[in-house]
């Protein structure tokens, strides 16, 4: 990849930027993460934090917006003037956490109900814990805490700084919550009076992405009849749709490897995954299903079109219909996101690295490849160039036992993520110092 493109600070923005990064608190920021991990908010209902981030907002100086969605949902965006002739920068998070937090989620999230996965916040030394503790809520606090430092910093800013949360960034749909989810939430900010020249979202591993995949979710239904206990095997008119969902399964397995590697382009792996699957009662073991569901996610590269994965994902369920004439299904997409770039060279993406060799001290190299989908591509697709920073995750060490794999995002070790608000904390002043002749605007 090409080298990073320099653009030195004046001695002016030196100074600002070590009195700001002077600013940063990892104190503050602990505590008011906990403050936020401790304000359940699962998609669809961030009514409440959303109003304890105002109010925070205010404190510090920001004038907060609230944008009202429903009696319990609602986003918010505060504003920092600079002195006029600048950018508009955007620091934005989701606000809403994956999960429900309740006896729902079990026992698809594990047996065990461990710190990280529940909606109440605990403090263990420089350890936060919660269901989203790490993410989302530690985008929000950490955004919170850049903005707090520069504007206590006092410094001479010339363009607006912008920092907003949103409701929905997380990759679910709520049917009984106004179907909230799939970045419903930024599309209605950003169609409500946001308009940043630029924004910086915070996600995990330590690199600079400028693209984000999309999303696409199918539905397999593997038809057979319902049956019964008693009937023998191979009795006319009787057919399984659960034992041949099992070959569905296995071969639409290997179709997602396959489609990762063909489909693999720039930053972004597009990765698929089985997320569930769904046949009969368990009250009525005796009576074998007529259908059996399936349900995927498969991830979308900026370059590639929700319609094109769906034609690929139709040809393959017709071949699998060649080779498996006995298996009868049928299938839907249900669901679906562009993926989203911004131009590796346009400002914002080259601050960001700028930033991040500051901090690391070396130069910036291709990063790991993505399969992670956030509100990033929608503000991109949106013709908001993003840049997207992170640090190491998930953390280590962590004192108290918490979930393996995914968990509830819920295990946050605060000195990691400082190194990161140093650097967006750089492209604050590289980007908010300057006269917009100098952004390429």
Not at 19 to 39: H, S, V, Y
Not at 124 to 136: A, I, K
Not at 257 to 278: F, K, L, Q, T
Request: glycine share 12%.
């Amino acid at each position: 990849m090409e080298p990073t493109r320099p653009m030195p600070f004046s001695q002016e923005m030196s100074a600002a930027y070590e009195k700001a990064r002077g600013k940063l608190d990892a104190e503050r920021l602990k505590q008011l993460l906990f403050d936020i991990t401790n304000i359940h908010s699962p998609t669809g209902a961030t009514r409440e934090v959303v109003n304890f981030i105002a109010d925070r907002m205010e404190t510090v100086g920001l004038k907060p917006t609230i944008d009202p969605m429903t009696e319990i949902s609602a986003n918010v965006l505060g504003e920092r003037r600079g002195s006029g002739g600048g950018a508009t920068l955007l620091l934005y998070a989701p606000i809403d956490t994956h999960l429900e937090g309740d006896e729902s989620d079990h026992p698809w999230v594990g047996e065990e109900s461990f710190i990280d996965l529940r909606p109440e916040a605990k403090i263990v030394g420089d350890w936060v814990y919660g269901l989203g503790s790490s993410n989302p809520k530690a985008l929000a606090a950490c955004k919170m805490e850049v903005a707090t430092a520069l504007i206590e910093a006092n410094l001479p800013l010339i363009g607006n700084l912008n920092v907003g949360f949103a409701d929905g960034g997380m990759p679910i749909t709520i049917p009984s919550r106004n179907n909230a989810g799939m970045s419903h939430g930024v599309h209605h900010l950003l169609s409500r009076g946001m308009a940043p020249d630029f924004a910086v979202i915070m996600k995990p591993w330590n690199w600079v992405y400028h693209e984000e995949p999309g999303m696409g979710w199918f539905k397999i239904r593997v038809k057979g009849t319902l049956g019964y206990a008693g009937v023998p095997r191979g009795t006319p008119g009787f057919r399984s749709s659960i034992v041949p969902a099992a070959t569905v399964i296995q071969e639409l397995e290997s179709w997602l490897i396959d489609y990762a590697e063909r489909n693999r382009s720039g930053d972004v792996y597009p990765h698929g995954w089985i997320g569930g699957v769904r046949s009969g009662w368990p009250e009525r073991p005796s009576f074998p299903s007529a259908i059996t569901e399936i349900f995927f996610d498969v991830r979308i590269n900026p370059r590639t079109s929700p319609g094109e994965v769906k034609a690929q994902f139709e040809s393959f369920m017709l071949d699998l219909a060649r080779r498996h004439p006995d298996i009868e299904c049928d299938w839907e997409m249900y669901g679906s996101v562009p993926g989203g770039t911004t131009d590796p060279n346009n400002w914002i993406i080259q601050s960001a690295r700028r930033g991040w060799e500051h901090i690391e001290g070396r130069p910036y190299t291709r990063p790991d490849p993505l399969g992670g989908q956030t509100d990033g591509a929608a503000l991109r697709r949106l013709g908001v160039p993003t840049a997207r920073l992170g640090w190491p995750w998930p953390a280590e060490g962590s004192p108290e036992p918490i979930a393996e794999g995914l968990g509830g995002m819920g295990a946050t070790y605060v000195p990691d993520m400082i190194p990161c608000l140093e650097k967006i904390l750089y492209v604050c002043i590289d980007t908010l110092m300057r006269p917009r002749g100098e952004l390429g605007l």
